[in-house]
């Protein structure tokens, strides 16, 4: 059972313009959620988290949607550049003290084209 | 460099051998988690350790076990190897045991089963 979805395993983006990528999750009880990044033959690297508290979150370039009515969210990245091409996987927990695992998506992978 | 080193990076052995990957967190990171990923899927959480003690089990099989030593590093051991255990399997590392704290990985190691 797949409880946090990446529908989407690949995505194209001219630099310049914005990515967005999208998540959905199934177990509305994951109130903290994260975007990880990965490039070949790396670990995956933290870039953005989000509380359920919130529905925006921003860092630089780097901005994350929560719609909780939807189990939805969503990574924009404006303007994408070369460097950001990797896979991306979003990530959610339950924070409460005893549920600390977080369960992955399967990740998208992010082509910027020059 | 996220600080998290694994050992080794590459691993190829037979089915039915029993292997052992180590991982050595940041410094100061008292806990220390597991990761498989397997061709086209997301991160499945193995296990989690936080200051020599475990912490939380995910779909951990009975074949593999993990431990952390006195000195924080973590070995994570699979035995009685079958094909579809070929992966690769990260180690990532946090100060604090909740989901909240941001994990750093590992480069992973990558085990071949034949």
């Known amino acids: 059972d797949q409880q946090v979805k990446q529908n989407s395993p690949s995505l194209s983006v001219q630099e310049g313009r914005i990515s967005i990528l999208n998540c959905d999750y199934t177990?509305?009880?994951?109130?903290?959620f994260l975007w990880y990044k990965k490039y070949p033959a790396e670990g995956p690297t933290f870039l953005i988290s989000i509380s359920s508290i919130k529905d925006k979150n921003e860092d630089g370039r780097f901005t994350v949607f929560l719609n909780k009515s939807a189990k939805h969210l969503s990574l924009h990245i404006v303007p994408s550049q070369p460097g950001d091409s990797a896979v991306y996987f979003c990530?959610?927990?339950?924070?409460?003290?005893?549920?600390?695992?977080?369960?992955f998506g399967t990740g998208t992978r992010l082509t910027i084209i020059p | 460099d996220s600080g998290v080193t694994q050992t080794p990076k590459h691993l190829i052995t037979a089915t039915g051998q029993r292997v052992t990957l180590r991982c050595s967190p940041r410094?100061?990171?008292?806990?220390v988690y597991w990761y498989q990923q397997s061709l086209d899927q997301g991160l499945q959480f193995l296990i989690q350790?936080?200051?020599?003690?475990?912490?939380a089990k995910g779909n951990i099989l009975e074949r593999f076990s993990a431990q952390q030593f006195p000195d924080l590093h973590s070995e994570l051991n699979l035995s009685s190897l079958e094909l579809g255990d070929s992966a690769l399997y990260f180690c990532?590392?946090?100060?604090?045991?909740?989901?909240?704290?941001?994990?750093?990985f590992g480069p992973g190691t990558r085990l071949t089963v034949l």
């Open positions: 410094s100061g990171d008292l806990s």
């Open positions: 990532a590392s946090s100060e604090r045991p909740d989901s909240t704290d941001t994990q750093y």
């Open positions: 350790y936080y200051n020599g003690e475990e912490r």
């Open positions: 177990n509305s009880m994951f109130d903290y």
């Open positions: 990530a959610a927990s339950k924070s409460n003290f005893g549920n600390e695992k977080l369960t």
